[in-house]
């Protein structure tokens, strides 16, 4: 790695002195010495660039680099360009891109990952946060965890939208209760086009990467692109590899002015060996060394060969803009989404006495004779194989109608989503090895299994909204409503469960209004303030089935009593300012209603996680969030971001029946304090960006009785455009992640209640269970080498 970072120093050294030989040299011979217009300089960049003058524009102009992008809604929206996403690491994925942005916690666990990240937007966790694609629901339909590396390569991101705060009223989400995260990939181009990047860095990780652009096609109208990429490296901590393959493509048809259609497809395969996330004592213990083990010993559940996870994503979508005149238009969008595993875990297993579902056995089927045996040792490890998929599709029209100063918007969204998980337990032999031929039984035959669900969901959305514009449009009043019903049930079929236990049926309606109103005082000055709500979904089977002990057949989780949704009620009163400098102030308050937390941890003599979702009651949220950014002054352009947040809890949970004393105390992942700063140059042939990051404590029980310090972490891009050779458009750049190789917890895994024994109001004594955290990433360096022709 050290050979070479100095070999990549020396070159862009040796390229810089060589093209100014160049151009003194050039300038000597050339006896005229005249002056060059500026029309003919733009007319030399627009040739050199080749098509390319829109990224010129938005260098010119990008504001903070690309990290702050100019917004008029009348809500508080944060967004990333191309330009910047351009200049990160070519393996980042959308919630380390977004980690600078005001409100949102989130840190890198690595060079390379394929699994889904943790994430909190001004208190929302993760799962309360709507992700989109292009308008597509990016998350898993059932327990909202997003697998955003499964998506769109970074190289293909056109722009990444954060809204703080509020739910756009057409998501194609259930799930975000007050923040949503939206991406677009960047369109076919213009002109016939090849990018062709191979990285390498840190951890054996690499990435190569291709796409082509047709550009228009004869002259009907047509765009298309296609991209492919395969990315490898080593587990950074512990031990185990991570691959992805993926394809992106998209193609745009143009029918007339104001009518397109577009057909964006990805495709992506990966596997990677499993991240271990450690207790408070487990961190103090190993620190960045808490990882899988590289050799097998009897009864090691934390072996390489017993966990990793399998995963893959097929997803479509056709999106229509059709206009008719007279104020008439219509969007029409139908889209499917597909994630599946397996995941495999390393388990431990009683050999008798114990359970499947509901009903004992006393010992395992032809135990005697099963891989890894041992008379003298009453359990048996096993290897967990979880085998599971998610299918989400649906259908979204959206008609307008605008005449004079009113704008009429009539929406219908339909989805279906299914969701089916079948476990199976092979037994592992003396050396660590197990295969899928032979799982393991008892009963005379019953597969051994803790999970074989079946989950379908039908959701029915409609909404209605009125923007109404007066005095020249700058003021703007808009209003709506959005309605969903929605149908989700569960089946547990295990031996044993029976009646509500093996089925449940639930149905829900929940109304959802917003007001927002904005007014300008010129292109320069405006003002906002809204009122908003957003809905939550429980998730995942637990919020509905229980799931049960295989060392006791009991429920070790159980379904919620109250089964109502998280609703939440945001107010919020902004200022911007466009100018030289960009600028957005705003100040927010929110409450929530039937609070969902998902405590998690892992099961004893496992690697594989229990979830308990909790219905927390109520919470309350107010703070003040800033952003400023300035356009490029001699190349340089500056981005800064912060929060303040007070969060605190409404209500005393129901717990273990009794109440935890959780009243007053402060949400989990809610820091007080977060901020960024960011500093950009690029002057068409060299280019850096720099970014540091600050986040407070956080609190990783809701009892407060546990937390992990604030951290300081800092990035940096550096890069170069080479020149053309023929046609050929080289570029170098170095990325550089954690530059201070920071060691840290960046956030919490999973939850708990309390992580010590708790005395309840009642008196009930209350076991506490403890936390478990995300590792954030090492120092890591990446070098690319690109070329555009």
Same mark, same amino acid.
């Given at each position: 790695?050290k050979?070479f ?5 020396c070159?862009?050294?040796f390229e810089?002195?060589a ?7 050039n300038g000597?011979n050339?006896s ?12 030399s960049v ?8 829109i ?19 009348a ?5 990333l360009s191309?330009?910047y ?13 977004? @980690?600078?942005?005001?409100g ?5 666990e690595g060079?390379?990952?394929?699994s ?7 208190g929302?966790?993760q799962a309360e946060?709507?992700v989109t694609?292009?308008?597509?629901p ?12 499964s998506?769109v390569d970074s190289?293909n ?6 809204m ?8 194609t989400?259930?799930n ?23 990285s390498?860095?840190?951890y054996g990780?690499?990435?190569?990467f291709?796409?082509?652009d ?23 901590r512990?031990v185990g590899d ?9 193609l ?5 002015k104001g009518?397109?259609?577009k ?7 990966a596997?990677?060996g ?17 990882g ?8 090691d559940?934390?072996y ?6 399998n ?21 029409a969008q139908?889209y @499917?989404v597909e994630?599946h ?19 004992s056995y006393?010992?395992?089927d032809?135990?005697q004779?099963?891989?890894?045996y ?12 979880s ?8 259908l ?8 004079k100063?009113n ?8 989805s279906?989503a ?5 476990m199976?337990f092979?037994?592992?032999?003396g ?8 799982p393991?039984?008892?009963?005379g ?7 074989n ?13 009125d ?6 449009d700058r003021l ?19 031996p ?5 236990n093996?089925?449940?049926i639930?149905n ?8 927002l109103?904005n007014y300008?005082?010129?292109p320069?000055?405006q003002?906002y303030?809204?009122g908003?709500?957003g809905?939550?979904l ?5 919020s509905q089935?229980?799931s ?8 070790q989780?159980?379904?919620?009593a109250?089964?109502?949704?998280e609703?939440m009620?945001t ?12 600028a ?5 308050h ?15 003599g ?23 950014a300035?356009r ?19 209500s ?6 009794d ?19 960011g500093?950009t ?9 720099f ?5 407070g404590?956080?609190?990783?029980t809701?009892?407060?009785?546990q937390k ?16 053309k ?6 570029k170098i ?6 530059l ?6 960046s956030s919490?895994?999973g ?12 008196g009930?004594?209350?076991?506490g ?7 954030g ?9 690109s070329?555009?022709f």
């Amino acid at each position: 790695m050290k050979r070479f970072l100095f070999i990549t120093t020396c070159w862009l050294c040796f390229e810089h002195v060589a093209v100014a030989a160049t151009v003194q040299n050039n300038g000597n011979n050339d006896s005229s010495h005249k002056k060059i217009s500026g029309n003919q300089k733009k007319k030399s960049v627009q040739s050199k660039n080749n098509g390319e003058n829109i990224d010129v524009t938005e260098r010119r102009k990008a504001a903070g680099g690309g990290m702050m992008v100019r917004q008029t809604a009348a809500r508080t929206i944060s967004s990333l360009s191309h330009n910047y996403i351009a200049m990160q690491s070519p393996t980042s994925t959308i919630e380390s891109l977004i @980690s600078t942005l005001p409100g949102v916690v989130s840190a890198s666990e690595g060079p390379l990952t394929t699994s889904f990240s943790t994430l909190h937007i001004r208190g929302m966790a993760q799962a309360e946060i709507g992700v989109t694609f292009e308008g597509m629901p990016a998350a898993n339909p059932f327990t909202y965890s997003t697998y955003t590396p499964s998506l769109v390569d970074s190289q293909n991101m056109g722009q990444v939208n954060v809204m703080q705060g509020a739910v756009d009223i057409n998501s194609t989400t259930y799930n975000a209760t007050g923040a949503e995260i939206s991406a677009s990939i960047r369109g076919p181009s213009e002109h016939q086009h090849f990018h062709i990047a191979g990285s390498g860095g840190s951890y054996g990780t690499n990435k190569d990467f291709i796409r082509y652009d047709t550009g228009e096609i004869g002259h009907t109208g047509i765009k298309a692109f296609a991209s492919g990429s395969y990315s490898r490296g080593d587990m950074w901590r512990g031990v185990g590899d991570i691959e992805r393959w993926h394809v992106d493509a998209a193609l745009t048809k143009q029918w007339n002015k104001g009518s397109d259609s577009k057909i964006i497809f990805g495709w992506t395969k990966a596997a990677q060996g499993e991240w271990l996330y450690p207790s408070l004592a487990n961190w103090n213990k190993y620190g960045m060394k808490y990882g899988l083990d590289s050799q097998y010993s009897p009864g090691d559940t934390h072996y390489v060969g017993l966990n990793g996870k399998n995963t893959g994503a097929v997803y479509g979508t056709l999106k229509n803009h059709f206009s008719f005149g007279h104020g008439l238009s219509l969007d029409a969008q139908a889209y @499917s989404v597909e994630f599946h595993g397996p995941y495999y875990y390393g388990e431990t297993l009683p050999v008798k006495n114990g359970f499947v579902g509901a009903e004992s056995y006393s010992a395992l089927d032809n135990y005697q004779n099963l891989p890894g045996y041992d008379s003298k040792n009453k359990n048996l490890t096993a290897a967990e194989v979880s085998d599971w998929y998610t299918i989400s599709s649906g259908l979204m029209l959206t008609g307008h109608w605008k005449h004079k100063f009113n704008t009429l918007s009539l929406t219908y969204w339909y989805s279906y989503a299914q969701e089916a998980a079948q476990m199976r337990f092979y037994p592992v032999n003396g050396k660590g090895q197990w295969n899928t031929s032979t799982p393991l039984t008892a009963n005379g035959g019953v597969p051994l299994s803790e999970d074989n669900e079946n989950g379908l969901q039908q959701l029915n959305s409609f909404a209605v909204d009125d923007k109404m514009s007066f005095l020249h449009d700058r003021l703007t009043i808009d209003a709506g409503i959005r309605m969903a019903m929605v149908n989700r049930q569960y089946t547990q079929d295990l031996p044993g469960v029976v009646g509500s236990n093996y089925k449940s049926i639930k149905n829900v309606f929940v109304p959802s209004p917003q007001v927002l109103i904005n007014y300008s005082f010129n292109p320069h000055h405006q003002i906002y303030v809204n009122g908003t709500t957003g809905y939550h979904l429980p998730g995942s089977l637990s919020s509905q089935l229980a799931s049960y002990s295989r060392t006791t057949g009991k429920a070790q989780s159980a379904p919620m009593a109250d089964y109502k949704p998280e609703y939440m009620i945001t107010e919020e009163v902004g200022y911007r300012y466009s100018g030289f400098v960009m600028a957005n102030l705003a100040g927010f308050h929110y409450n929530v209603t039937n609070h969902q937390v998902s405590a998690q941890s892992y099961v004893d003599g496992s690697t594989s996680i229990i979830t308990q979702l909790i219905n927390a009651g109520g919470m309350e949220a107010y703070g003040v969030q800033a952003e400023i950014a300035t356009r490029p002054w001699h190349h340089v352009s500056a981005y800064a971001s912060g929060q303040y947040m007070h969060t605190k809890n409404s209500s005393n949970i129901a717990y273990s029946g009794d109440y935890l004393r959780t009243k007053g105390k402060q949400e989990v992942g809610a820091p007080q304090f977060s901020g960024s700063l960011g500093l950009t140059y690029n002057d068409g042939t060299w280019f850096g960006n720099f970014t540091l990051s600050y986040t407070g404590s956080q609190y990783a029980t809701l009892v407060n009785d546990q937390k992990i310090p604030g951290y300081i972490t800092a990035n940096l891009g550096v890069g170069r455009n080479l020149p053309k050779i023929g046609r050929v458009t080289p570029k170098i750049k170095l990325n550089l992640v954690n530059l201070g190789d920071e060691h840290y917890l960046s956030s919490m895994y999973g939850y708990t209640a309390a992580a010590t024994t708790q005395k309840g109001i009642l008196g009930t004594t209350i076991k506490g269970s403890s936390p478990t955290y995300v590792i954030g990433s090492p120092f890591v360096a990446m070098g690319t080498i690109s070329a555009d022709f």
